[in-house]
């Protein structure tokens, strides 16, 4: 049975600082995605990655994927108070099925 | 572009009532699922489609039914409801093409409670 561990589950954090959030999973897959939630809002998709060692950054983020040690990170750098939401990463528990496994999610706060 | 509709977005229910939640998407996307978010645990996968009259089940399938008799609907039901199915519910779709299977394009979701 695949599982998807994140952590931290809470994070607080000020402007300006660097910080990462981890995301393991238990069985061998190549897909992970990473979501973002607004608070009492949906999901939207902000990163897919396919491979090993696939590295993809959208402005202050940037998702990678070691899928030997199954493990991908979202590094957050300079956090601006815009990023503040809940962030789930989902790997696919049997590839191209589209049947994802959510982590618990990080909920994060970046105070000014 | 209307993407996924989910309705209806808030919903009371008694213990035993049933119900249903509608989802329709416009991208003319195969695979469509639904999730439950409860606190804590991340989403869930209930029930999930690869196209028109093919349904499998998730992980929470218990006390939910769902058919898809269109590419565009996939209504989820409650059989008889039990506060146990108090939840946030996402209907999410994808195109299926290629290797992005698992992105998804997920409803505005559906705040279930059950009394």
């Known amino acids: 049975e695949l599982k998807v561990e994140q952590n931290p589950l809470f994070l607080s954090m000020q402007e300006g600082k660097n910080y990462t959030i981890y995301c393991n999973y238990s069985?061998?897959?190549?897909?992970l995605y990473w979501y973002r939630q607004d608070p009492g809002k949906s999901l939207e998709s902000l990163f897919v990655l396919l491979s090993n060692g696939a590295v993809k950054q959208e402005g202050r983020l940037m998702a990678s994927l070691d899928t030997k040690a199954r493990l991908s990170t979202l590094h957050i750098t300079a956090a601006v108070h815009d990023l503040s939401a809940t962030y789930f990463c989902a790997v696919e528990e049997i590839q191209g099925a589209q049947k994802l496994v959510f982590g618990q999610g990080t909920r994060l706060t970046i105070n000014p | 572009n209307a993407g996924v509709t989910q309705t209806p977005k808030f919903q009371v229910l008694k213990t035993g009532q049933s119900m249903t939640l509608q989802c329709a998407q416009d991208?003319?996307?195969?695979?469509m699922s639904w999730y439950r978010q409860d606190p804590g645990m991340g989403l869930r996968l209930i029930h999930y489609?690869?196209?028109?009259?093919?349904?499998d089940q998730g992980e929470v399938p218990n006390g939910y039914n769902v058919s898809r008799s269109t590419t565009e609907d996939f209504p989820l039901r409650l059989l008889s409801a039990a506060p146990s199915q108090t939840s946030v519910y996402f209907c999410?779709?994808?195109?299926?093409?290629?290797?992005?299977?698992?992105?998804?394009?997920f409803g505005e979701g559906s705040r279930l409670t059950v009394l």
């Open positions: 991208m003319n996307h195969e695979y």
């Open positions: 999410a779709s994808s195109s299926g093409q290629g290797a992005r299977t698992g992105e998804l394009f």
């Open positions: 489609s690869v196209g028109a009259g093919i349904t």
């Open positions: 069985t061998t897959s190549d897909r």
